[in-house]
């Protein structure tokens, strides 16, 4: 792969990872690859293996032709949470289903 693609995926990782309002470190938790060598994703320095390229892709929700190829998905999806959503299995909806309501529990009683 040429340094310019690798810096090309590095963007786009960088680009979704800020959307997601995620620092380095807690991508590559979820993701459960090494921080540094997220960081030299996100700079193009470092190429991946398809098990990372697996990785990056559920983690971030995200197509992998997008992240290869800037192809599949469109950036910027004006609500982001529907977006986080439409890609999950059911089980993580009843999940997140069950931690938003008890967010909003916990936010409707703080205002009492």
């Known amino acids: 792969m040429e340094k310019k693609q690798l ?8 680009q979704r990872r800020n959307e997601l309002g995620l620092t380095r470190e807690k991508m590559s ?5 090494g921080a540094g ?14 098990d990372t390229l697996l990785k990056l892709s559920g983690a971030m929700h995200l197509p992998m032709e997008y992240i290869l190829l800037g192809e599949g998905w469109e950036p910027g999806d004006p609500d982001p949470v529907i977006d986080l959503l ?10 997140a289903q069950e ?3 008890l967010f909003l529990a916990k936010q409707d009683h703080r205002e009492f």
């Not at 810096?7 to 960088?14: D, T």
């Open 99 to 101: 931690v938003l309501t």
């Open 7 to 14: 810096v090309e995926i590095g963007h786009r990782l960088r």
């Open 37 to 50: 060598y997220y960081g030299q994703l996100e700079v193009g320095t470092s190429q991946m293996s398809v």
């Open 29 to 33: 938790e979820l993701a459960d690859i």
């Open 86 to 95: 439409r890609h999950c299995t059911p089980r993580e909806l009843k999940l």
